[in-house]
């Protein structure tokens, strides 16, 4: 059987850790890498787990997080990683899918055929404000993260919007992560404060095209996600979501437009 490595980068995550712990437990491995202030190295290490902590810090900075993440590639002891972040649960379903892939008689030592997988796409279910939707966007997450640390890593570093590269052929599990990323207003409200004040700063906009985005991309936003993404199947729940996720363009864009001129045009 391959050998396997559950790597968790976390920030003050001391409410998640728990939960997400113990469902990689049966991993060879479970590394966590601690940035935050919290008590999350604590929890981490009385469930077993193996905790780094580096630059510690209350700010996100998902340069850092990027780097933290190809260390881990580059000191991993076993032959595959499974990343996984502290709101995220691995279900009994996916630990048996992804043991079956362990369990494969054949080992990839080198790279030589176009269609030898070194990495696999992972779909994730979304739990909003205590539901788990099954419409919008979120619900068609495909995320890279099974894979052989030598054939991957991210580059370039960029402050928003990883850039994950696999050197090789990618497959798709068929079972889902649970991502409990929003579980109220104040946890979802803080997320879209920090993406969408990073993400301002690497917009590419005029102020003009700005302001005409912040008028047409909500609304098409919106309907996309109730429509062409069927989040009409949620009822009011999906309507909440489908609303929230527009309300991120909203407050990417306005922010955008506040930004000095020479912010905005670098």
Not at 18 to 26: F, M, N, P, T, Y
Not at 95 to 103: G, M, P, S, V
Not at 128 to 141: H, N, S
Not at 180 to 205: I, R, V
Request: hydrophobic share 40%; with cysteine.
């Amino acid at each position: 059987m391959q050998t396997i490595t559950a790597v968790i980068p976390v920030k003050n995550e001391e409410n998640n850790i728990e939960r997400c712990i113990k469902s990689v437990l049966w991993c060879d491995k479970v590394l966590v890498i601690c940035t935050g202030t919290d008590k999350t190295a604590e929890i981490a290490r009385s469930l077993g787990a193996e905790v780094v902590e580096k630059s510690k810090s209350n700010t996100d900075d998902f340069e850092e997080l990027q780097r933290n993440l190809n260390w881990a590639n580059d000191t991993a002891t076993t032959e595959w990683i499974l990343r996984i972040d502290a709101d995220e649960v691995v279900t009994p379903e996916l630990r048996d899918e992804i043991q079956a892939i362990l369990n494969l008689k054949f080992q990839i030592s080198n790279l030589k055929l176009e269609g030898d997988i070194v990495a696999y796409g992972i779909p994730r279910k979304q739990n909003f404000l205590g539901t788990f939707l099954t419409g919008g966007d979120w619900a068609y997450d495909r995320l890279t993260r099974l894979f052989k640390p030598q054939f991957c890593m991210y580059e370039p570093i960029v402050k928003v919007h990883e850039q994950f590269q696999v050197k090789g052929s990618i497959g798709y599990l068929k079972n889902a992560l649970l991502h409990y990323s929003h579980p109220d207003l104040a946890t979802l409200m803080k997320k879209f404060e920090s993406y969408t004040s990073l993400e301002a700063l690497e917009l590419k906009e005029t102020k003009l095209s700005a302001f005409l985005k912040l008028l047409i991309v909500p609304p098409y936003v919106f309907l996309r996600w109730m429509i062409y993404h069927h989040g009409y199947k949620d009822g009011w729940v999906g309507i909440k979501a489908g609303a929230m996720r527009a309300y991120y363009d909203i407050m990417l864009y306005s922010k955008f437009l506040r930004l000095p001129s020479y912010e905005s045009t670098k």
